[in-house]
């Protein structure tokens, strides 16, 4: 079967997300009545009624024999939201020379780099410790510029590079201000590898503008100014009207909630978290007879108080809400248990238009590019066990 294009799938993608964003957008967890519920009272019972390993079967892959498409285009979804693959097979940076950097995040530089091409000038754009820069251009034996705001990193990373011998040159350098364009030549590549929202937006359009190449792995697409999502290509503004959705900034942060399995002791803790703030909500809701969702701030979990009790007067005087001398609170905190089982199975509908709204977003920033002529590549630069956030963008300007 042939690989449909970029427009096309980027097309029929919007076209779905459209039409069942009624579905996805709304948060289970702060609504006692989800808004679809009773559109499709079938499929909300359906999931009421699944077993904890399906739901983490289905939590881990939202597309297998999923129960939820006797309602949604889950094969649709599935189809449109693979990529091909595109790392590649051959050699890569040595493992002894990531000393200084984070095994995970290692992998990742060992995963991204091949695909960066020495052919032209390279810029690592939001570098951080410029541990990408630093890899690239000892394998290949040349200089780099690497681009960072916070001067600590920038002299950190300064200091690796004389450490290890590598010729990469950091510049403080805020990579939103104008002057930031001088960077960004015909003659040059930049690489990024998990650039947020506006930092890889306004590297896009002004290399768009510019002729210079690219490769990209976006991510965090919800840090952005903008509170309704604006396409960046003109085909996603011009169908977006045509389809008549519009996003928040925060439906955005959904694309990548999908985080790494973190070791069990913490699995259980930030559950019993969303336990206790879904108990506190019931609450408060009670109390207040107010029946609607009051957020709550987050706490880090070293202050974490220790019972539901401690939790809900915290909360409370947050929120300066006056709690009754007299409080059941056993059975707010069974509630509270209750409501996670009952949220997780309910989110799985989320679960399914994760990926398709991450794709939908990379393919926009794909689109900005080709409709300036470039060439690009979109598909997968690793396992996903080693980073969600890891589609990237090759874009090439045509010469
Ligand atoms: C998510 S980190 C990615 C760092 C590195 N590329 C990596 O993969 O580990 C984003 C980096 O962008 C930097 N940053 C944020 N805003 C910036 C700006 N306006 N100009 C330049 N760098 C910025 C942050 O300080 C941070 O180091």
């Known amino acids: 079967m042939m ?43 359906a999931l009421r009624g699944l077993s904890d390993y399906e739901t983490a079967r289905l939590q881990a892959r939202p597309f297998a024999t999923s129960p939820l498409s006797s309602w949604l285009p889950v094969d649709e979804l599935a189809s449109l939201a693979s990529l091909p693959d595109l790392a590649t097979q051959g050699p890569t940076l040595p493992d002894a020379w990531g000393t200084f950097v984070g095994g995970r995040k290692w992998r990742q530089i060992q995963a991204f780099a091949p695909l960066v091409t020495p052919d032209a000038d390279l810029v690592e754009w939001c570098a951080g410790k410029g541990h ?54 015909p003659k040059t590549r930049v ?10 937006g306004r590297l896009l359009e002004r290399a768009a503008r510019r002729g210079t190449a690219v490769i990209l792995a976006p991510c965090c697409y919800q840090r952005t100014e ?18 008549g959705w519009r996003m928040h900034r925060d439906d955005l942060a959904m694309a990548v909630q999908e985080t790494v399995t973190a070791p069990a002791g913490v699995r259980r803790q930030r559950q019993r978290a969303n336990a206790w703030r879904l108990g506190f909500d019931a609450l408060q809701r009670d109390v207040s007879g107010r029946d609607a969702y009051l957020p709550v701030p987050s706490l880090s979990y070293g202050r ?9 007067r915290w909360a409370a005087e947050r929120k300066r809400l006056a709690l009754p001398a ?4 056993a ?53 996903r066990q080693l980073t969600p956030r890891n589609l990237v963008i090759e874009a090439t300007p045509a010469r």
């Not at 799938?9 to 006692?32: D, I, K, N, Y």
């Not at 690489?191 to 890889?200: E, F, N, R, S, V």
């Not at 290509?233 to 389809?243: D, H, P, V």
């Open 3 to 45: 690989t449909p294009s970029h427009e096309h799938r980027f097309r029929h993608l919007g076209a779905l997300l459209a039409e069942w964003q009624s579905v996805w957008q709304p948060l289970p967890f702060q609504h006692r009545r989800l808004p679809w519920a009773s559109r499709y009272p079938a499929m909300a019972e």
């Open 226 to 243: 903008a509170e309704h999502y604006r396409p960046l290509s003109e085909q996603g503004r011009r169908e977006m009207a045509e389809q």
């Open 191 to 200: 690489m990024a590898l998990h650039a947020c929202g506006d930092l890889h």
């Open 331 to 383: 059975h707010y905190e069974t509630e509270g248990f209750r409501r996670l089982g009952e949220v997780t199975r309910l989110e799985l509908v989320r679960h399914l238009f994760r990926r398709p709204l991450e794709v939908w977003l990379a393919l926009d920033r794909v689109r900005l590019m080709e409709e300036a002529g470039f060439r690009v590549r979109l598909g997968t630069f690793c396992e």
């Open 326 to 329: 007299r409080l059941d609170w």
């Open 304 to 312: 974490m108080p220790d019972d539901f009790a401690g939790f809900c």
């Open 132 to 185: 990408l820069a630093r890899g690239v251009g000892r394998w290949h034996g040349i200089g780099v510029e690497a681009l960072e705001w916070q001067s600590e990193l920038c002299r950190a990373g300064g200091e690796l590079a004389r450490r290890q011998e590598v010729a990469v040159q950091l510049h403080q350098q805020d990579v939103l201000a104008e002057e930031a364009s001088r960077w960004l030549t």
